[in-house]
């Protein structure tokens, strides 16, 4: 993590969730996964068009034919780089393929 961000710039963002009392908000969704036994699984298909950006270094990375399965995957690309916080980290590189993505359901 250190490689893409100074200290200063950790501890800016880890100060604006604690200070601003948002820290219980941005952390509840891993919370209620564990707590729930479920890693983001649906309740039958996805038919919306789905788009995927997946990035090398996230923690988790699903398996395409896992998420064609259970998403209307209509975009799907491998990030040459980022990770977990990939708005933070590559924010060029996501915000191409946002546009990208969305161009196509105009």
């Known amino acids: 993590m250190e490689r893409c961000f100074s200290k200063d710039e950790l501890l800016t963002n880890i100060s604006v969730y604690w200070f ?3 820290i ?3 952390v509840r969704l ?7 036994g479920r890693a983001g699984f ?12 997946i990035f090398p270094k996230e923690l988790y990375k699903s398996p395409r034919r896992w998420a064609e399965a259970h998403y ?5 690309t491998e990030m040459p780089r980022g990770g977990h916080f990939a708005a ?3 924010p060029q590189l996501l915000a191409e393929d946002l546009r ?6 105009r």
């Open 20 to 22: 601003t009392g948002t």
């Open 24 to 26: 219980n908000s941005s």
């Open 30 to 36: 891993y919370y209620e996964t564990r707590k729930g």
């Open 42 to 53: 649906t309740q039958g298909r996805v038919e919306l068009p789905t788009g995927c950006a």
């Open 72 to 76: 209307n995957v209509t975009h799907w």
């Open 88 to 90: 933070w980290e590559q």
């Open 100 to 105: 990208a993505f969305f161009s196509t359901l």
